[in-house]
């Protein structure tokens, strides 16, 4: 049969402990939630729904096409000047995802006949948007910007473009930008940011990593970043000099094929960031909880609001992750290929709205948890 190797796939993924669910989530309160990327508790904030809410009266539902035929609107416009504003830029171009804006910006400021160093920390989506670019690609080790160095030193291609997130998404550590950019301008290469775990977080007023090491608004650095953690909403976003706006609209194919940003996405998501803009304190909040959380449950010193508990075998990690769920905790389990085997996890996520109490009384949950389960924690 066509599709027999299906269930041995299937099988050899359970026995690895590799099996995963659509669990759906259940209505807010059920489950204390330390398991999204809702950093900043807006995504239920009044003011977030009520901007949802006002774009879907005014705009309909639905972007109805891609961009450049029907599916931009004021409101799109309007929204990608605010984000230039906040992030220190000329220009922002939001796409329907954050995954497309990363596919898209990295195929399109590279090519066929670009070259492309991308560090292994790097998301799935810069990823992929390497492999589509159909660019000669190398991978250095997370951080490790002397190889980065090495390699645009004897790269025989001329476009050249360095790929990185800032805050690296499964242990919320710090990519060291200000090297990579140094390294990248002084052989004339490109770096791209994703600053999706660092929006809200990092930066003056959660301005992002960029915005922190006064890099925002160079010309040769690009930033991305999503709608869907700290904005509380969906999206994606690519900003920078208006040149690479230009460029984009014109060659990145999840952009020009892609359906638009629905209104409603937009308008929540321009709500949050004025509640952001609102209240800079924000980001402080949500580092500060993230601290006490990974304190309190035995984990390194957080740079973001990510807070990973290693545990190491998958089977032990999805059973850890089910134990914390049966005591009303919502915890993230990440396995491999989301991490290097043998360092399967709980990732756990602060949000700016947590109180101290509740962080004390969740984590002795968690606690509970690994201690009955005999799981030490690993760095």
Not at 227 to 248: P, W, Y
Not at 357 to 366: A, E, G, W
């Amino acid at each position: 049969m066509a599709l027999s190797w299906l269930d041995a796939d299937a099988s050899a993924r359970r026995e690895a402990g590799l099996h995963r669910e659509v669990t759906p989530r259940e209505e807010s309160g059920a489950l204390v939630d330390l398991a999204s990327n809702d950093y900043l508790g807006l995504a239920r904030h009044p003011a977030t729904i009520a901007g949802a809410q006002e774009a879907a009266a005014r705009w309909g539902t639905g972007a109805t096409a891609s961009r450049l035929v029907a599916g931009t609107t004021r409101l799109h416009d309007d929204f990608e000047r605010d984000l230039a504003a906040f992030l220190g830029v000329e220009a922002a171009l939001v796409f329907s995802s954050g995954y497309l804006a990363n596919i898209g910006a990295v195929s399109a400021l590279a090519g066929r006949d670009g070259f492309i160093v991308s560090d292994t920390g790097a998301h799935a989506s810069l990823i992929d948007g390497c492999r589509l670019s159909r660019s000669q690609v190398v991978v250095i080790e997370r951080g490790d910007h002397e190889a980065l160095a090495r390699v645009l030193a004897t790269r025989t291609r001329q476009r050249a473009l360095v790929v990185t997130d800032s805050v690296y998404s499964i242990d919320g550590v710090i990519a060291p930008i200000a090297e990579y950019h140094q390294v990248a301008r002084e052989h004339g290469a490109m770096l791209l940011v994703d600053e999706a775990h660092a929006l809200g977080v990092r930066g003056r007023g959660g301005r992002g990593v960029v915005d922190e090491l006064g890099l925002s608004g160079a010309d040769d650095l690009v930033v991305t970043t999503v709608l869907s953690k700290s904005l509380g909403s969906q999206g994606g976003v690519v900003a920078g000099s208006a040149r690479v706006r230009d460029h984009l609209v014109d060659t990145a194919r999840t952009f020009i094929f892609d359906t638009g940003l629905n209104p409603p996405a937009a308008g929540a998501a321009r709500a949050a960031l004025a509640t952001l803009r609102d209240n800079p304190d924000l980001c402080d909040q949500v580092r500060h909880n993230a601290a006490r959380i990974a304190e309190r449950c035995g984990g390194q010193p957080p740079e973001s609001a990510v807070v990973s508990l290693i545990v190491g075998d998958p089977h032990r990690a999805v059973e850890a992750a089910a134990g914390c769920r049966g005591v009303g905790v919502h915890v993230g389990c990440f396995r491999p290929p989301s991490v290097p085997a043998g360092t399967s996890r709980l990732r756990l996520t602060a949000r700016a709205d947590l109180s101290e109490d509740l962080i004390d009384d969740v984590t002795s949950r968690i606690r509970g948890v690994l201690d009955g389960l005999g799981v030490r924690v690993g760095a």
